[in-house]
Nanobody, 117 residues
Framework: VQLQAYGGGLVQAGGSLRLSCAAS????????MGWYRQAPGKERELVAV????????NYADSVKGRFTISRDNTKNSVYLQLDSLKPEDTGVYYC???????????WGQGTLVTVSS
């Protein structure tokens, strides 16, 4: 599975961005996809995840009500709508997929989100 993420950028606090991640390769084996982020000097953390069959979602408490994850199975893509952005949302956002019988982890390249105050 290969993942291509894009959509990051610089935005003022309170603004919005939309991240996209397109999967290719053995996409039939994808169980779920999600977004993680890593702020400078901090560990990578879960932001949101969505299953590919039923569309169940899970969010980090810090983004609930502000971020929305969605998927388009016809395009093998997952999206993250980031609204009401805060400076603490700044970081590199990574797309991740779990695929196959043994739930192998695949990572896309990161896309930088910078929120200015």
């Amino acid at each position: 599975v290969q993942l291509q993420a894009y959509g990051g950028g610089l935005v003022q606090a309170g603004g919005s961005l939309r991240l996209s991640c397109a999967a290719s390769g053995s996409i039939f084996s994808i169980v779920n996809m999600g977004w993680y982020r890593q702020a400078p000097g901090k560990e990578r953390e879960l932001v949101a995840v969505i299953t590919f069959d039923g569309g169940s979602t899970n969010y980090a408490d810090s983004v609930k009500g502000r971020f929305t994850i969605s998927r388009d199975n016809t395009k093998n893509s997952v999206y993250l709508q980031l609204d009401s952005l805060k400076p603490e949302d700044t970081g590199v956002y990574y797309c991740r997929a779990l695929a196959g019988t043994f739930l192998k982890v695949y990572w896309g390249q990161g896309t930088l989100v910078t929120v200015s105050s």
